[in-house]
C-alpha cells in the first residue's frame, strides 16, 4: 500500500506560500500522493488551483482530487481543469469525484442538489467518450491508460458509477473495517459488471499530531452540517506515531492500495512529524 498526505487547501487561511511549501516538503518526503479536498461554500481554495500550483514545485509526487465535487461544474469545464493539470504533470494526475452532501455548495453553484447523481454519471460518460472528440485541449484521455479516474461515496449508486465509468474507487474515511467493508461492496460492483481484475481502492483519514485540541475543532467546524456526527468525525484524528501506524496498518491489511492522511492544520512541520511517523 502507498500512503499519501493531503495538502490544507480546505483548512481556512491557509495561505498559497503554505501550500507551497507544503507541496515541496512532500514531494522530499516519503509520499505517494498530494490529495485536496474539495468545498465551494467555505473557506477554501480550488482543488484543481492547487495542484496546478503543486504541479509547479514538485517533480515527482502524484497529485490527486479526494475528492472534486463533479456537478459543482459543467462536464466540459471539469475536463479542462483536469486536463490541464496533467499538461503541466504529465502521468502524475489522478481525478476522484464525487457528488458531495452539502447543500449550501449546490446553492451557491446555482446548481440542482437533487439531481446531483445524475449529473455526475452524465460528466462520466462524457469524459469517457465525447470528450475525446470535443476539441477541448490540452490533449488527454480519462480511464483505462489516460488519467486515472476514481469515484467516491457510499450507497449503491455511487459504486455501480464506478464500476461502469471509472478506474476506482475512494472510501470517505473512518476505521479500517469501515474500509475493507465498502471495498468488498466496490468489488462486487465491478465484477456485477464484467470488468477484468479489481478497481483501485483508496482510503482516507486525518492526522492531528502537533496540536489535537486544533485539529478536531476544525473538523468539527468542517463536518458540522452531519451533525451529532461530526463529534465521532474529530475523534478519529488520528493524534499520535501509534495511531498512525494502526491505521495504515489497518488499510494495508484491508487491502487498500492508496491511503491519503489529511492534515487539520495548516503547519507545514506536519509533513516532517508524519514523514518520520512512515519512514
Not at 498559497?16 to 512532500?26: H, P, S, V
Not at 490527486?64 to 461544474?73: K, M
Not at 447543500?103 to 454519471?121: H, W
Not at 485539529?215 to 501509534?242: K, M
Amino acid at each position: 500500500m502507498q500512503v499519501g498526505i493531503g495538502l490544507p487547501n480546505a483548512i481556512p487561511g491557509t495561505t498559497g506560500a503554505t501550500l507551497l511549501e507544503w507541496a515541496r516538503r512532500a514531494d522530499a518526503g516519503p509520499f505517494s500522493t498530494l490529495g485536496v479536498l474539495d468545498r465551494l461554500r467555505y473557506d477554501s481554495a480550488d482543488p484543481f488551483v492547487v495542484l496546478a500550483a503543486a504541479a509547479a514545485v514538485t517533480e515527482r509526487i502524484g497529485l490527486a482530487t479526494t475528492i472534486a465535487i463533479g456537478p459543482l461544474r459543467r462536464g466540459a469545464v471539469l475536463a479542462k481543469q483536469a486536463v490541464s493539470v496533467h499538461a503541466l504533470a504529465p502521468g502524475r494526475v489522478t481525478v476522484g469525484l464525487a457528488v458531495g452532501a452539502r447543500p449550501d455548495d449546490y446553492e451557491s453553484a446555482e446548481a440542482e442538489y437533487g439531481t446531483r447523481g445524475a449529473v455526475l454519471s452524465r460528466e462520466l460518460s462524457y469524459l469517457r467518450g465525447p470528450f475525446e472528440s470535443a476539441g477541448i485541449g490540452p490533449a488527454a484521455t480519462f480511464g483505462e491508460g489516460g488519467i486515472p479516474l476514481l469515484i467516491g461515496g457510499a450507497g449503491p449508486a455511487a459504486l455501480t458509477r464506478m464500476a461502469r465509468y471509472a478506474d476506482g474507487y475512494v472510501h470517505g474515511g473512518g476505521p479500517p473495517r469501515a474500509f475493507g467493508s465498502a471495498a468488498v461492496k466496490a468489488r462486487a460492483a465491478w465484477h456485477d459488471l464484467d470488468r477484468p481484475g479489481d478497481p483501485a481502492l483508496w482510503g482516507q483519514g486525518y492526522v492531528a499530531l502537533a496540536d489535537a485540541d486544533r485539529g478536531r475543532e476544525y473538523l468539527l467546524d468542517y463536518y458540522a452540517f452531519t451533525g451529532p456526527f461530526a463529534v465521532r468525525i474529530a475523534a478519529s484524528a488520528l493524534t499520535d506515531a501509534a495511531a498512525v501506524r494502526d491505521f495504515v496498518r489497518g488499510y494495508a491489511a484491508e487491502g487498500c492500495d492508496e491511503l491519503i492522511l489529511f492534515p487539520t492544520t495548516d503547519d507545514p512541520d506536519e509533513v516532517d512529524r508524519l514523514a518520520e511517523i512512515l519512514s
